[in-house]
């Protein structure tokens, strides 16, 4: 796949599954998807962008240790500096 457009994420993310021999609907499903873009979104403007993908794949990880996504989610979110949340 070359470059892909953002109505393709979908398609990309079906290939990353598919490559790494998971299940997109059962391991992302649209509101873990939704969830996780908030916070990776407030990380991005609250801390640093750097750390959206650090912070991506140690949840990643918690995750795969046996870590619901969604406390996961909520425990890195705690972690976030008071400001404005992005929408």
Known sequence: MEGVAM???EDWLSAVALELGISLEDTLPAVT?????ELTGDIAHRVVRLAVPLSSYLIG??????VAPHEAIAAV???LPDGETSS
């Open 7 to 9: 109505g393709d994420v």
């Open 33 to 37: 998807q939704d969830a996780l873009l």
């Open 61 to 66: 990880v918690a995750v795969g240790r046996g």
């Open 77 to 79: 979110g705690a972690l």
